[in-house]
């Protein structure tokens, strides 16, 4: 049971990690992001 808590608590840091990078991404324009949702629904 303690390892399966310690690894759902280092993907709880991973979410934070991940998040912060969103942020950081919000530099690029909503244009680019359209396309990529866009791309993965084609597929």
């Known amino acids: 049971m303690r390892s399966s808590y310690s690894s759902s608590s280092s993907g709880a840091i ?21 396309r990529i949702a866009d791309n993965i629904l084609r597929q």
């Open 14 to 34: 991973n979410i934070a990690m991940s998040a912060q990078k969103l942020e950081v991404d919000n530099r690029i324009s909503l244009r680019f992001y359209y």
